[in-house]
């Protein structure tokens, strides 16, 4: 069975997020870029299962500019056998990139496809269901837990009240949480063998998706900045003061 994994290209979460002045964006001059934090739990998920033997080959694939190679070959280094970058410039909807996965599951013949439960750039947690819907698979998101017997995955999965088990058959899509795994460090020697892994190229019209986005953004601006405190001679006058504004509620 072919695993596929999907990964994005992200400012990294150490760095503090900047809006460029006229407001049409996030500012990247300069900016630290790094392998979105989700993805690389499902990288780590997809190379212990061939480690295990329950998959033959962990193929994984972004789509973005050439740039994305390097998060790429940090996949490689960690494992995986071989790479697909699919070369898209500008900013490329969820819809767009789940149609892009889509044809490539097809063609690879994919069994699984295990990816982040959402990405930290725009935390829009849409791509793993959409590709789900349009191969017509089974989908288990938010996985803290994966095991997989015969021809289903047991999965647990992470909700508000706590955790919980389902069973899905597969082919399937799976959603990494936080929780899945701790992915390894690449050491330098599967760095330098990565470099020699095949990475392939394709466009997005080589598949027939059209990536154009549907929406617009208007502006983008930064959080308002936090309030100070109220500062309070004593108990009793902050008490006083919290009976003046219950009065007016």
């Known amino acids: 069975m072919k695993i596929l994994v999907p990964v994005k290209r992200v400012v990294d979460y150490n760095v503090k997020i900047r809006v460029k002045s006229d407001g049409s964006g996030v500012d990247l001059a300069n900016a630290k870029m790094s392998m979105n934090p989700f993805d690389e739990i499902a990288v780590e998920q997809a190379v212990r299962m061939k480690e295990a033997g329950e998959a033959s080959e962990v193929i994984v694939v972004s789509v973005g500019p050439a740039q994305v190679q390097d998060i790429l070959r940090t996949a490689l280094a960690m494992g995986a056998d071989r790479a697909i970058l699919i070369a898209a410039e500008g900013r490329i909807e969820p819809l767009a990139v789940a149609k892009i996965l889509a044809q490539v599951v097809r063609s690879e013949q994919a069994g699984l496809?295990?990816?982040?439960?959402?990405?930290?750039?725009?935390?829009?947690?849409?791509?793993?269901?959409?590709?789900?819907?349009?191969?017509?698979?089974?989908?288990?998101?938010?996985?803290?837990?994966?095991?997989?017997?015969?021809?289903?995955?047991?999965?647990?999965?992470?909700?508000?009240?706590?955790?919980?088990?389902?069973?899905?058959?597969?082919?399937?899509?799976?959603?990494?949480?936080?929780?899945?795994?701790?992915?390894?460090?690449?050491?330098?020697?599967?760095?330098?063998?990565?470099?020699?892994?095949?990475?392939?190229?394709?466009?997005?019209?080589?598949?027939?998706?059209?990536?154009?986005?549907?929406?617009?953004?208007?502006?983008?601006?930064?959080?308002?900045?936090?309030a100070s405190g109220i500062k309070v001679g004593s108990v009793a006058e902050l008490l006083d003061r919290l009976k003046s504004e219950a009065a007016v509620i």
């Open 113 to 226: 496809v295990v990816l982040g439960k959402q990405a930290i750039d725009d935390d829009c947690n849409q791509t793993g269901q959409m590709l789900s819907a349009l191969l017509g698979w089974s989908q288990a998101t938010f996985a803290s837990a994966v095991e997989l017997a015969g021809d289903h995955a047991l999965v647990t999965r992470e909700i508000d009240g706590g955790l919980q088990q389902i069973e899905v058959s597969l082919p399937a899509i799976i959603t990494a949480d936080l929780r899945l795994n701790e992915p390894r460090y690449a050491s330098l020697p599967n760095i330098m063998k990565a470099k020699k892994k095949p990475l392939a190229q394709h466009s997005p019209e080589e598949l027939g998706v059209t990536i154009a986005p549907r929406l617009n953004v208007i502006r983008v601006e930064e959080p308002a900045a936090r």
